[in-house]
């Protein structure tokens, strides 16, 4: 019976103690660079548009963004562009629907606090537009992504330099394995990202 | 989800659990055959449940919850060849490594990353040993009562654990919950038909320590507050604590009564006062 014991408790301490060790950690994090454009968190926006019951657009909200831009108007290709999302700041306007928006049936907040961008290629295709391709990483997923990115302003304010970007692109929940609610919400959610970023 | 898709989550694992338990009796010649039975329909209770409800998840998933589905099947498969073995030292020794490592993929994402190497394997061996006394509570009520009896006790449970999680957000893990109590119902159903069947003693021990990771799944990822899940987790060892010598003496029908009225009481607590555990302070601060 000792002999037993002992072995249950070894095998306990041995199983608990590998998979801590190397199980990998789900967390990852845009490095901010050098000489960026800082995004604005309190004059930026990240909406998103998903349909519910397949007859009204619902609209919610990330109330946090940040990131950096290296923005290079005369070699654009140079440019980067790195977000971060806070999911934890979700806000559909009800504190309930919050709470479920962060739980694991859907953006999981508290195994991945944030959900981040972040550019591979940026190419001019007009007047401040601009195709900029990334890897979009949403509750440990990361998917590529290709969206439009505009340029919709830049201005000289009191605090210094200030430039506008708008993207707006489609992407698919269950592409990020959020698939709670298929009745009565579409796979496909309209990202809206209004960027202002001045200039350090 | 729809009344439909919820259904599903029910009926497929109620179709699976069914199957074993058939298969089971169709072998009921050979001996270990009733408890395989018991342990394969929770197991494929499980999974069906995860698959209905949830999408597939990856070989490795990022989403600690996401886990279980990998778990159900290790230990759903350690459980079957303790039933077939018996308790040899290597099926134990297996079983040990099983929990302990399940406990760890379900908190990985909880309990690593935000404490110290010390406090973190403190935590770990804690939730470890209360996983493993849920294992060994399954054990005994299957033991100590009359078959059908532990897993109407535990059904009850697990019934409240979906109230409860729900409550919190996390209709998922809470359809779970109720996947094992429709499985459980299942079991109770075949035992009380063929009580020598033996189902029982295969099916409690894992449908215990999946209740308890799904709960700490709960705790640690969705808002079930700790109390809530404290409770939910001592209704769990309710039938187990009915067949202490002393109380194992009342006759099964009073078993049953106070069982399901300590039970219901726990989950009443836990579900009324889990939306006093929500954080619900504004978004972002």
């Given at each position: 019976?000792?002999?037993?014991?002992?072995?249950?408790?070894?095998?306990?301490?041995?199983?608990?103690?590998?998979?801590?060790?190397?199980?990998?950690q789900?967390h990852?994090r845009?490095v901010?660079?050098?000489?960026?454009?800082?995004?604005?968190?309190?004059?930026?926006?990240?909406?998103?548009?998903?349909?519910h019951?397949?007859?009204a657009?619902?609209?919610?909200?990330?109330?946090?963004?940040?990131?950096?831009?290296?923005?290079?108007?005369?070699?654009?290709?140079?440019?980067?562009l790195?977000?971060?999302?806070?999911?934890?700041?979700?806000?559909?306007?009800?504190?309930?629907?919050?709470?479920h928006?962060?739980?694991?049936?859907?953006?999981?907040?508290?195994?991945?606090?944030?959900?981040?961008?972040?550019?591979?290629?940026?190419?001019?295709?007009?007047?401040?537009?601009?195709?900029?391709?990334?890897?979009?990483?949403?509750?440990?997923?990361?998917?590529?992504?290709?969206?439009?990115?505009?340029?919709?302003?830049r201005?000289?304010?009191?605090?210094?330099?200030?430039?506008g970007?708008?993207?707006?692109?489609?992407?698919?929940?269950?592409?990020?394995?959020?698939?709670?609610?298929?009745d009565?919400?579409?796979?496909?959610?309209?990202?809206?990202?209004?960027?202002?970023?001045?200039?350090? | 989800?729809?009344?439909q898709?919820?259904?599903?989550?029910?009926?497929?694992?109620?179709?699976?659990a069914?199957?074993?338990?058939?298969t089971?009796?169709?072998l009921?010649?050979?001996?270990?055959?009733?408890?395989?039975?018991?342990?394969?329909?929770?197991?494929?209770?499980?999974?069906?449940?995860?698959?209905?409800?949830?999408p597939?998840?990856?070989?490795?998933?990022?989403?600690?919850?996401?886990?279980?589905?990998?778990?159900?099947?290790?230990l759903g498969?350690?459980?079957?060849?303790?039933?077939?073995?018996?308790?040899?030292?290597?099926?134990?020794?297996?079983?040990?490594?099983?929990?302990g490592?399940?406990?760890?993929?379900?908190?990985?994402?909880?309990?690593?990353?935000?404490?110290?190497?010390?406090?973190?394997?403190?935590?770990?061996?804690?939730?470890?040993?209360?996983?493993?006394g849920?294992?060994?509570?399954?054990?005994?009520?299957?033991?100590?009562?009359?078959?059908?009896?532990?897993?109407?006790?535990?059904?009850?449970?697990?019934?409240g654990a979906?109230?409860a999680?729900?409550?919190?957000?996390?209709?998922?893990?809470?359809?779970?919950?109720?996947a094992?109590?429709?499985?459980?119902?299942?079991?109770?159903?075949?035992?009380?038909?063929?009580?020598?069947?033996?189902?029982?003693s295969g099916?409690?021990?894992l449908?215990?320590?999946?209740?308890?990771?799904?709960?700490?799944?709960?705790r640690?990822?969705?808002?079930?507050?700790?109390?809530?899940?404290?409770?939910?987790?001592?209704?769990?060892?309710?039938?187990?604590l009915?067949?202490?010598?002393?109380?194992?003496?009342?006759?099964?029908?009073?078993?049953?009564?106070?069982?399901?009225?300590?039970?219901?009481?726990l989950?009443?607590?836990?579900?009324?006062?889990?939306?006093?555990?929500?954080d619900f302070?504004?978004?972002?601060?």
């Open positions: 019976m000792l002999i037993r014991t002992g072995v249950v408790a070894a095998a306990l301490l041995a199983g608990a103690f590998v998979v801590s060790v190397f199980a990998p789900a990852s845009a901010p660079q050098a000489n960026a454009w800082t995004v604005d968190s309190v004059h930026s926006s990240v909406i998103f548009r998903i349909k019951l397949d007859a657009w619902f609209y919610g909200r990330f109330d946090h963004l940040s990131g950096t831009i290296n923005y290079d108007e005369a070699e654009p290709s140079a440019s980067t790195n977000l971060e999302v806070k999911t934890e700041s979700v806000n559909s306007g009800n504190a309930r629907r919050d709470g928006l962060k739980s694991p049936d859907f953006f999981n907040a508290k195994q991945f606090p944030v959900s981040t961008f972040v550019s591979t290629s940026f190419a001019r295709t007009g007047e401040g537009v601009y195709d900029i391709a990334g890897d979009l990483t949403i509750n440990g997923v990361t998917r590529p992504v290709t969206t439009r990115l505009e340029r919709t302003g201005a000289k304010a009191q605090r210094g330099e200030v430039i970007f708008e993207a707006v692109f489609n992407i698919r929940r269950s592409d990020f394995g959020i698939t709670y609610g298929p009565s919400l579409s796979d496909e959610v309209r990202m809206i990202v209004s960027i202002e970023a001045k200039q350090e | 989800m729809s009344p898709g919820a259904l599903l989550g029910v009926l497929w694992p109620m179709a699976m069914l199957a074993a338990l058939l089971g009796l169709a009921r010649r050979w001996r270990s055959a009733g408890p395989a039975a018991g342990a394969a329909a929770i197991a494929g209770a499980y999974i069906a449940a995860e698959l209905v409800i949830r597939r998840p990856p070989l490795i998933p990022a989403d600690s919850t996401r886990w279980l589905l990998h778990i159900a099947i290790v498969a350690v459980a079957i060849a303790r039933a077939v073995a018996g308790r040899t030292v290597w099926v134990l020794a297996l079983t040990g490594v099983a929990l490592a399940s406990t760890a993929l379900v908190l990985r994402s909880s309990i690593l990353p935000h404490q110290g190497a010390a406090a973190g394997t403190a935590t770990l061996l804690t939730l470890t040993l209360i996983v493993l849920l294992h060994l509570s399954g054990r005994i009520a299957a033991r100590g009562h009359p078959m059908f009896l532990g897993p109407l006790l535990l059904l009850a449970t697990c019934a979906a109230v999680l729900g409550q919190s957000f996390t209709a998922s893990l809470g359809q779970l919950a109720g094992l109590a429709a499985a459980l119902g299942m079991v109770m159903l075949m035992t009380a038909w063929w009580p020598r069947m033996g189902a029982a099916a409690m021990p449908a215990s320590v999946l209740l308890g990771l799904i709960l700490l799944a709960g640690s990822y969705s808002q079930l507050p700790t109390f809530s899940a404290g409770l939910l987790l001592l209704a769990t060892i309710v039938p187990a009915l067949a202490l010598p002393g109380v194992r003496e009342l006759r099964p029908a009073q078993r049953a009564g106070v069982g399901l009225a300590v039970i219901a009481g989950a009443a607590a836990a579900t009324g006062l889990t939306p006093m555990g929500f302070s504004p978004s972002g601060s």
